[in-house]
């Protein structure tokens, strides 16, 4: 596997390759056009020196040429070559540095000049340049050939008998000038390996560079990957370092801190629940086994193995309403629970909901105050919002004194129904809310009797989500505790 610096590096470096090979290849091909095109500027310049060394005079060319001021045309090292020709191929004049041996030419009149690659006669490369001229008349010449034209322009003859320009008596002639390129070659080479050398010292240092600053770059995030590393079930209260100077790893490190506290909540819930489960069987299996030993060494008192098998119904309950409700916590946690929504008359099922209860309100003359207008309906799922007014109508009960009151009421808006079950309280505290809804929490187990397993408002908490209403709870000065089921809908 291949490290995400590595994989950064060789993009970076081959990503700097290719540019720079392209900027190498623009010089290389901007440089070479341009030495070439100086190379064959002095070619034509040397041509045209040569050109000037010639003259025409009564149709016989003269070629004013002295190898003494122009020795690169000798035979010798790094020779030049030339050759002047008339236009029937006729040799005029050539360097000594030919020999015996001739330029290439071409047989038609070239006006502009042509450059070409060929090789020398010593056998080294080199570029020729070719074109036809005119040699320049002798001014004497020129003279007498405007007095005639002046006298013919006084005859009143035809056009036939006319003078012709003096341009159309003009010799043409052919040259060719040769000359090696080898040190332009040999510049071009020196710049080519400059440029190579060149790029070589900057891929070097710029992998260098890259190495260094992509490592500086992922510093924060090697940090996090080795504070992940550390981490396991027995560590989720470690949190990630803070990279908060990285704009691109701070939402990253902030989700994954949440995500811990989440985990490290959640393991702790998990602890509590298993803890609790055994607290919760352990006492009602101690007291069966109490209850079955002493029945077994007194099977002969019937009344009192009597009342040991009433508690026993009891105690059976009990563990079967614990087991139940976590099951249904389960069910409902996992999303395995249907819900079937209907319209439901909201105070009638007030009211059967609270009949249920009768007999444990009636115990400690607890009375209903039921604020619910008749006509109110509400679309839910009739059993488990009974589910949801069951706990809650019993927590009140359990929890509130003797000779109490529970309100039930609704506001109306339009974002839905709001329905409030409060009920004056004793010893509930303002940080008591946030566990209210743990599994097995419970603020005093002594007053309960035993008869809550600290799973009710769990149980409603599951039951509201499922059916998207939203819970919340409240305790104001007057010690009257609430809780509020929002966001049921009408009909």
């Known amino acids: 596997?291949?490290?995400?610096?590595?994989?950064?590096?060789?993009?970076?470096?081959?990503?700097?390759?290719?540019?720079?090979?392209?900027?190498?290849?623009?010089?290389?091909?901007?440089?070479?056009?341009?030495?070439?095109?100086?190379?064959?500027?002095?070619?034509?310049?040397?041509?045209?020196?040569?050109?000037?060394?010639?003259?025409?005079?009564?149709?016989?060319?003269?070629?004013e040429f002295s190898h003494e001021f122009m020795p690169e045309f000798d035979a010798q090292e790094k020779a030049e070559y030339f050759e002047l020709w008339l236009t029937d191929g006729t040799v005029v004049d050539r360097s000594r540095s030919l020999g015996d041996t001739h330029l290439p030419r071409n047989n038609q009149?070239?006006?502009?000049?042509?450059?070409?690659?060929?090789?020398?006669?010593?056998?080294?490369?080199?570029?020729?340049?070719?074109?036809?001229?005119?040699?320049?008349?002798?001014?004497d010449e020129e003279d007498d050939e405007d007095d005639e034209k002046q006298r013919d322009?006084?005859?009143?003859?035809?056009?036939?008998?006319?003078?012709?320009?003096?341009?159309?008596?003009?010799?043409?002639?052919?040259?060719?000038?040769?000359?090696?390129?080898?040190?332009?070659?040999?510049?071009?080479?020196?710049?080519?390996t400059t440029l190579f050398v060149a790029f070589l010292s900057l891929m070097v240092a710029l992998g260098l560079l890259a190495r260094v600053s992509v490592n500086r770059g992922l510093r924060p995030l090697k940090k996090i990957a080795k504070d992940v590393q550390g981490l396991d079930a027995n560590k989720l209260h470690m949190r990630l370092s803070d990279v908060t100077a990285?704009?691109?790893?701070?939402?990253?490190?902030?989700?994954?801190?949440?995500?811990?506290?989440?985990?490290?909540?959640?393991?702790?819930?998990?602890?509590?629940?298993?803890?609790?489960v055994a607290h919760e069987l352990r006492t009602p299996i101690a007291e069966l086994r109490a209850m079955a030993e002493v029945g077994k060494e007194w099977p002969a008192d019937r009344e009192m193995v009597k009342g040991f098998f009433s508690d026993l119904v009891d105690l059976a309950n009990d563990m079967e309403r614990?087991?139940?409700?976590?099951?249904?916590?389960?069910?409902?946690?996992?999303?395995?629970?249907?819900?079937?929504m209907a319209p439901i008359d909201l105070s009638r099922l007030i009211e059967k909901t609270w009949k249920r209860l009768a007999s444990q309100a009636n115990g400690k003359q607890v009375q209903l105050d039921n604020r619910v207008r008749d006509d109110l309906k509400v679309r839910s799922d009739e059993n488990k919002l009974t589910l949801i007014l069951t706990n809650l109508f019993?927590?009140?009960?359990?929890?509130?004194?003797?000779?109490?009151?529970?309100?039930?009421?609704?506001?109306?808006s339009t974002v839905g129904a709001r329905l409030a079950v409060s009920n004056p309280t004793v010893d509930l505290a303002e940080q008591d809310l946030p566990l209210m809804f743990e599994r097995f929490w419970r603020k005093d187990e002594a007053r309960t009797g035993g008869r809550h397993a600290g799973l009710g408002l769990s149980l409603v908490k599951a039951l509201a989500d499922i059916l998207s209403i939203k819970i919340s709870s409240v305790l104001d000065n007057s010690r009257r505790f609430t809780i509020v089921l929002s966001e049921l809908q009408p009909v």
């Not at 995400?4 to 190498?24: E, F, S």
């Not at 070479?32 to 500027?41: I, T």
């Open 1 to 63: 596997m291949v490290s995400m610096q590595r994989r950064l590096t060789l993009y970076i470096i081959l990503g700097t390759a290719v540019v720079l090979m392209g900027t190498g290849i623009t010089i290389d091909y901007l440089l070479r056009n341009q030495l070439e095109r100086e190379f064959d500027r002095n070619l034509l310049s040397k041509a045209m020196t040569l050109v000037a060394l010639t003259e025409q005079e009564d149709g016989e060319v003269e070629f």
């Open 109 to 139: 009149e070239v006006d502009k000049p042509r450059f070409a690659e060929l090789i020398l006669p010593d056998g080294r490369s080199g570029r020729i340049i070719q074109f036809t001229f005119s040699p320049p008349r002798d001014e």
């Open 153 to 192: 322009a006084t005859r009143q003859e035809g056009p036939e008998n006319r003078s012709p320009d003096a341009s159309s008596l003009g010799v043409r002639m052919d040259i060719a000038l040769a000359k090696g390129r080898q040190d332009l070659d040999h510049l071009m080479t020196n710049m080519r």
């Open 246 to 276: 990285s704009e691109e790893l701070a939402p990253i490190t902030s989700q994954l801190n949440e995500l811990l506290a989440r985990l490290e909540d959640a393991f702790q819930r998990e602890k509590r629940f298993s803890g609790n």
């Open 322 to 340: 614990t087991v139940n409700n976590l099951m249904m916590l389960s069910q409902l946690e996992a999303g395995t629970q249907r819900v079937e």
């Open 394 to 412: 019993s927590n009140a009960v359990s929890y509130s004194p003797d000779h109490s009151a529970i309100v039930v009421e609704v506001e109306e």
